[in-house]
């Protein structure tokens, strides 16, 4: 009897895929400035008077720049953990561009609302849950990997969790209270980036290691350098 041989699964570089995303994500922050526009002057106008009558495109604007940075910064650390690339790893970060490039469009239509149409609002918050849930998978693909090559990397099961639970939750919840109060709905997505910041900055975490290896816990860093 013929023994059956498993055919090794097809691998690629991430480095293509990592400088696709970057550059896809640089395109998306130059569109979302794009939609700030210089107010038309005629004679008399109040310049401060205009930008303030405009706060909603600025407020729209600072919070996807916000978002989209930090689902690059999770996108990164996700990635970092990753030495190679599959069929699975593509298609499932280009679900995640995907997801990511309608944000200037969903910004743009809540500026332009001035966040007080309820739908709008929605669109914006169920625009994050589907960047967040892209991204969950993403890390669930990379720890599932890590595993598989017997390795181990707590960042992604922070990473999978809060993106495919904590996220979509905060967004759908954000979604509902849009039609009571859209300020509310927006200073709770506001208020999920701030937890996270200063989780980031005072909780047990851990120093990047920028290269496209690991991220090292700095207990881990001591013992390294005992040795």
């Not at 002057?41 to 909603?56: E, I, K, S």
């Amino acid at each position: 009897m013929s023994e059956q041989v498993a055919t090794p699964r097809t691998t690629f570089g991430p480095e293509r895929l990592n400088a696709l995303t970057d550059g896809v994500f640089a395109i998306i922050l130059t569109l979302l400035v794009l939609e700030l526009k210089a107010p038309e002057l005629a004679a008399g106008d109040d310049v401060l008077g205009l930008l303030a009558d405009n706060r909603h495109v600025f407020a729209a604007w600072l919070i996807s720049f916000i978002a989209i940075a930090r689902f690059w910064m999770v996108h990164h650390t996700v990635a970092s953990t990753m030495t190679s690339a599959q069929t699975a790893t593509i298609v499932l970060t280009f679900v995640f561009l995907c997801a990511a490039t309608l944000m200037p469009f969903t910004a743009d239509t809540l500026g332009n609302t001035r966040i007080a149409e309820p739908w709008s609002t929605v669109l914006f918050a169920l625009n994050f849950a589907l960047v967040s849930l892209a991204l969950g998978l993403l890390a669930l693909h990379a720890e599932r990997k890590a595993k598989a090559a017997n390795t181990n990397h707590p960042a992604l099961g922070l990473a999978k969790r809060h993106h495919l639970v904590v996220l979509p939750i905060v967004a759908l919840v954000a979604a509902f209270l849009s039609f009571a109060h859209p300020y509310l709905a927006l200073g709770l997505l506001i208020l999920e980036f701030l937890a996270v910041a200063w989780w980031g900055l005072v909780g047990p975490g851990t120093t990047f290691d920028w290269s496209p290896r690991r991220r090292v816990a700095p207990d881990q860093v001591e013992q390294d350098q005992t040795v």
